[in-house]
């Protein structure tokens, strides 16, 4: 009888009339909800076929209202899903990237030397 149960219509989900639904999250969960829709959709933003191949690091600065996210390829045998970069001296040293994460072109590619000669 379950296997039946898959073709019964679903009742749509709706708001009552009348009623308002209210998320309110902390600068912790913003955090945590920006860092994983970039996860969520790194394929896109960052032009991969496969995002379970890099490596990605996040950062934030609360004052500025900036966020940097960073990716690469390798990952180094000392490392674990994060990588060894001052990610607030890199987010002060560069300009925005990207006016919206939903155009082409939103990255720049650096390679470490660059970097360093920020």
């Known amino acids: 009888m379950r296997f039946f149960n ?6 749509a989900k709706t708001i009552p009339d009348g009623k308002y639904r209210i998320i309110k999250i902390s ?7 920006i860092r994983e829709s970039v996860i969520d959709h790194q394929e896109c933003f960052f032009d991969v076929t496969d995002g379970t191949k890099i490596v990605t690091c996040f950062d934030i600065n609360w004052d500025t209202g900036e966020f940097i996210c960073v990716t690469r ?10 990588f060894d970069l ?4 890199l987010m002060s040293k560069l300009r925005d990237t990207t006016g ?17 000669k920020l």
């Open 6 to 11: 898959f073709f019964r219509k679903k009742k």
């Open 86 to 89: 001052d990610t607030q001296a």
């Open 100 to 116: 919206s994460m939903y155009v082409e072109k939103r990255y720049i590619e650096l390679s470490e030397d660059e970097i360093k």
């Open 73 to 82: 390829n390798e990952l180094d045998e000392n490392e674990h899903l994060q």
């Open 27 to 33: 600068k912790d969960a913003l955090f945590e909800f």
